[in-house]
């Protein structure tokens, strides 16, 4: 295209429409965080830019029920981050046991194995979790550098128990990696209580905030592990030696902060610590029994046994005869609502329904119980209302 031709590219501003995210994520942002995001950016090395830097890590540290100093948003998504702990503990030959109880215990496969890692992978169908039983096993059989468990696996629903897991770790020099994405501030969770030596999360699913941002905490054992590692860490973005110098004292420039980002986050954080974190994971909890004695009242089955349903996202099976996809498009072209599709070994076996974050709420729970209620017959009969 010449340099003339620039009307051609003149499209009209942007109009999208209000959805309700009640997918696997993003979810909706909270006004509040998107009225704080659109403030200017300051530089990232100002002053009140460093004191909101201090704000945001205070508040992970409590998200998470943490002491560790070096917690810090990663400047990209929930998988920036989680590449992150991998990045900064695992070297090249080191042993490390992935459980892997659905798609995202695959991705951290897959990561470890490109940064040199002997992967292990212990694995439990989709819809089941691991026991402790079979993570002892392996790690007295592999006795790997690291550990790494999705607490909160969003392509099953399942929630993985920790219990008896860190002092696993801690007893054969471990360390316990946990993917925290769809539990932080939703599933009740307290880091260091767990013994838990590094996790990371993202903005956009139990937070309120857009994506973009990365929760990301190392304990002290990560962080020894770190500083006595034999070679440089094969990511320099994502390298913590070098990122420590921008967030802690010496406050030298790294990569320029994502600073509107931070602002939501920071927002999106306070509206946390206004409602406190015990009654955030209650709220989920309430909210998504009431989806899901909705759902059995119409005839639905959830995926997940109640032992391991999250409270943040739930696994819905597609009755014989409808087809999944075609219901989710629907609902989203005429409705303006998302549900996820299943993913993986679940791909057109369930739907997936997020109530994270703000959207987790009883208005919101009663309108997916009636868009169900309206519009399933019309799939059940395989007549696809389109
Ligand atoms: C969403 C998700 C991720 C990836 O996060 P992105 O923000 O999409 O990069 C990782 N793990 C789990 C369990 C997730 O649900």
Redesign the pocket.
């Known amino acids: 295209m010449s340099v003339n031709e620039a009307h051609r590219l003149r499209l009209d501003p942007i109009a999208t429409p209000d959805r309700l995210l009640l997918g ?2 993003p979810s909706n942002a909270d006004p509040r965080v998107l009225q704080a995001i659109a403030r200017p950016p300051l530089s990232h090395l100002d002053p009140l830019y460093l004191e909101l830097m201090n704000e945001v890590q205070e508040m992970l540290r409590y998200a998470w029920q943490t002491d560790n100093r070096f917690t810090i948003p990663v400047s ?5 981050a ?1 590449e992150a702990t991998i990045a900064n503990t695992v070297e090249p030959g080191e042993t490390v046991v992935v459980g892997v109880i659905g798609y ?1 215990g695959k ?1 951290l496969v897959d990561m470890c194995g490109r940064y040199g890692a002997k992967v292990v992978e212990v694995s439990a169908p989709w819809g089941e979790a691991l026991s402790l039983d079979t993570l002892t096993q392996a790690v007295e059989q592999h006795k790997p550098a690291v550990l790494a468990l ?1 607490h ?4 099953t629903g399942v929630q993985q128990p920790l219990d008896g897991i860190g002092d696993l770790c801690r007893a054969h020099d471990c360390l316990l990696l946990l ?1 925290t ?2 539990s932080l501030g939703g599933v009740p969770l307290k880091l260091d209580e767990a013994k838990v030596d590094l996790a990371y999360s ?1 903005s ?2 139990g937070l309120s905030c857009p ?1 973009g941002l ?1 929760p990301f905490t190392m304990g002290p054992r990560a962080e020894e592990k770190l500083d006595r590692r034999s070679g440089k860490v094969p990511n320099w973005y994502l390298d913590m030696s070098g990122l420590k110098s921008y967030w802690g004292s010496q406050r030298t420039y790294h990569h320029t902060a994502p600073v509107n980002m931070n602002y939501g986050l920071r927002e999106a954080l306070r509206l946390l610590c206004e409602e406190g974190l015990e009654n955030s994971w209650a709220r989920h909890r309430r909210n998504s029994e009431e989806l899901w004695a909705g759902l059995e009242r119409m005839g639905l089955e959830l995926h997940v046994p109640l032992s391991h349903r999250l409270p943040t996202l739930t696994t819905v099976k597609i009755p014989d005869g409808v087809d999944g996809k075609a219901f989710a498009t629907h609902l989203l072209n005429k409705h303006g609502v998302e549900i996820g599709n299943g993913l993986g070994d679940l791909a057109g076996r369930v739907w997936r329904v997020g109530l994270m974050g703000t959207n987790s709420k009883p208005e919101n729970v009663e309108r997916l119980l009636n868009l169900l209620d309206l519009e399933l017959p019309a799939f059940r009969q395989g007549s696809a209302a389109a």
């Not at 909160?152 to 392509?155: M, P, Q, R, V």
């Open positions: 696997p994520g990209g998504t929930g998988s920036a989680m995202f991705r999705v909160a696996e969003t392509s993917d994405v769809t993202c956009q699913k994506p990365g």
